[in-house]
């Protein structure tokens, strides 16, 4: 019964990002990029801390667990994103109800 919850909550954050999606090539360091849909948005001007390590052209990049498995995203490495080459600073799994659904990786921008 838990791995079925644990699969349902796994597959409705995967929807959820889908929806809410935008297109991105993820390239983990030294392989070719393979397409993947990511929910992003830029650093907000409130987000004092994160402005301090990211600078304002930071993004915060959401990937559904499902999108990348095998593979986690790890530092360095990169993500095109609405024509923009993002390099991958710090990944932090995302968990609903102690269930690893997706990753949440901050990121410097850096124009191509």
Not at 41 to 61: F, H, M, Q, S
Not at 77 to 104: A, C, M, N, W
């Amino acid at each position: 019964m838990a791995d079925r919850y644990a699969t349902s909550h796994a597959r409705h954050a995967a929807k959820v990002i889908n929806a809410l999606a935008t297109p991105a090539t993820y390239f983990k360091a030294g392989t070719v990029g393979r397409p993947v849909r990511v929910a992003s948005r830029l650093v907000n001007p409130t987000d004092v801390e994160i402005i301090n390590a990211y600078g304002l052209g930071g993004r915060i990049v959401t990937i559904a667990k499902s999108a990348i498995d095998p593979d986690a995203p790890a530092q360095f490495d990169r993500l095109e994103l609405l024509g923009e080459l993002y390099t991958i600073d710090f990944v932090t799994p995302v968990f609903r109800d102690d269930i690893h659904v997706s990753y949440k990786c901050y990121c410097m921008g850096q124009k191509q």
